[in-house]
């Protein structure tokens, strides 16, 4: 305007890209970034990457990776909608995610189809002319029970001859945490937490059995390749240069692709004679107490409504199938790795598409971690529940981890509005298991302490005994 003036209109999109926010996740890389307005989920194209953008867009690579179910969905966004109009190229809205998970809070089984599904984008994308320039296992979510790749910008047109630049990425989020599982412990998973940028290949090759080396590709992927790190870590001259700058024919880009599959194809655990895989056979109930109790937690979470539940402590996913039975949306928490990856194989062979399992310790949930702990998200940054479901969970925390019940209210309270909550008292085998091998430094762990507890922060709306057992179940609303 020639006054000076800015237009009502205009003043709004100032106001809404004000308003609006770069996902925590979305800063490293300069060809676009994801961003949120009013809910909504958008990726900005920047200008840096329109020219491979537009040969993206028409190559069709895209539409034939979100058709095979390789790729999330996404549709055109005005570009008008860019939160950095200045770096706009194009604005696209991914399908909404219905959760946000991370790898360390993965079974084996999703991980190892995580990795899987990136081997195959890539090999989709070298047939076309093209590769996936990231292999992080963050540019996966799982979607409907199934993982998918969610970072449209990490395609681009292949460099004849040019060695595929993830490999090393692929095989320090993947393959090494993966071979640790399957060889040494499942609950090595959880190194990705402390490793976010993958497991390095030489701590993987240290702690990986002697006998893993006689494993073609776990001696050619992890402990030959560790070993390469180390040697041109060290050089800095011409040789060490030419060595990093080699070329590779297609058929060799295939054959490592092949290769690395059918490695990870060849990882395989176990789940078996764990506490909490075998938990749901060694319980305090017998069939018609289990049976009751099914009726009652059907019949609670029907009265709490809401369309999302987080069931805690969720074992092998009993509870939690009866929760998708009611049209809700389930993610599925438990400690237990072995546990989780058996809800997972159920899930994976039922075609259950509403039930999300992952690994938890709900005395020690997931932090805020990565740039200034906010790259990826704590579980409460992430709670958009609208019902919890603590079954057979209270006294686990209550005595083996010493979280009094104002401190569990308070936690419960803060995930989400609703409460299905079990209560176990001392006579029940299970809490006399638990204090078997330690003190009864408990004197308040009574029903009453526990509903003066809850009631501070919770409205206790229905409260009813289990028959068969001396448990009870209460349904809880969280206080204005």
Not at 102 to 109: I, Q, V
Not at 157 to 182: D, S
Not at 191 to 204: H, N, Q, S
Not at 324 to 330: E, H, I, N, P, Y
Request: charged share 25%; hydrophobic share 45%; glycine share 6%.
């Amino acid at each position: 305007m020639i006054d000076g003036t800015v237009p009502a209109t205009a003043e709004r999109a100032t106001t809404d890209r004000q308003s609006a926010a770069v996902d925590p996740a979305s800063f490293r890389d300069p060809s676009g970034f994801v961003f949120r307005r009013d809910g909504a989920v958008y990726r900005q194209v920047n200008r840096s990457f329109a020219a491979r953008w537009e040969d993206l867009e028409a190559s069709g690579l895209l539409d034939g990776l979100q058709a095979s179910g390789l790729l999330i969905a996404h549709a055109a966004a005005p570009l008008d909608a860019a939160l950095r109009p200045e770096l706009a190229h194009a604005v696209i809205r991914p399908e909404p995610l219905e959760f946000v998970s991370y790898p360390y809070e993965w079974s084996f089984g999703q991980l190892r189809d995580a990795a899987l599904l990136t081997l195959e984008a890539q090999a989709a994308s070298s047939e076309a002319g093209y590769t996936l320039r990231d292999a992080t296992a963050y540019n996966v979510q799982f979607q409907g029970g199934r993982p998918v790749l969610i970072d449209t910008l990490s395609f681009e047109r292949a460099v004849p001859g040019r060695p595929w630049t993830a490999y090393r990425q692929f095989c320090e989020h993947f393959l090494a945490p993966l071979a640790l599982m399957a060889r040494r412990d499942a609950r090595c998973g959880l190194m990705l937490r402390e490793f976010v940028d993958g497991i390095p290949l030489d701590l993987a090759a240290s702690l990986l059995p002697g006998r893993t080396k006689l494993n073609p590709g776990l001696l050619s992927h992890i402990h030959l390749h560790a070993r390469a790190q180390r040697r041109y870590a060290d050089r800095t001259d011409a040789g060490a240069a030419a060595a990093t700058g080699r070329t590779m024919s297609p058929l060799r880009q295939r054959a490592l692709i092949d290769s690395l599959r059918r490695t990870v194809e060849g990882l395989r655990w176990e789940p078996a004679g764990t506490e909490w895989a075998d938990y749901a056979e060694n319980t305090s109930y017998g069939d018609a107490a289990a049976r009751r109790k099914d009726e009652l937690v059907r019949e609670f979470l029907a009265a709490a409504g809401g369309d999302r539940v987080w069931d805690l402590g969720a074992n092998t996913g009993r509870f939690s199938r009866i929760a998708a039975g009611l049209g809700r949306r389930v993610v599925a928490w438990d400690v237990d790795p072995a546990a989780t990856e058996l809800h997972y194989r159920r899930v994976r062979e039922d075609g259950t598409t509403s039930i999300l399992p992952l690994v938890l310790d709900l005395g020690n949930p997931s932090p805020g971690l990565g740039w200034a702990n906010a790259e990826r998200r704590s579980l409460r940054d992430r709670a958009d529940a609208d019902v919890v479901l603590a079954l057979a969970l209270v006294h686990h925390l209550a005595i083996s981890r010493n979280v009094p019940f104002d401190r569990l209210a308070e936690y419960f309270a803060d995930l989400a509005p609703g409460l299905v909550v079990e209560f176990v008292p001392k006579d029940d085998p299970m809490v006399r298991r638990l204090l078997a091998t330690r003190e009864d430094v408990f004197p308040d762990y009574t029903i009453e302490a526990f509903r003066a507890a809850f009631g501070r922060r919770f409205e206790i709306l229905a409260e009813a005994p289990i028959e068969g057992v001396s448990r009870s179940l209460l349904r809880m609303q969280r206080r204005s």
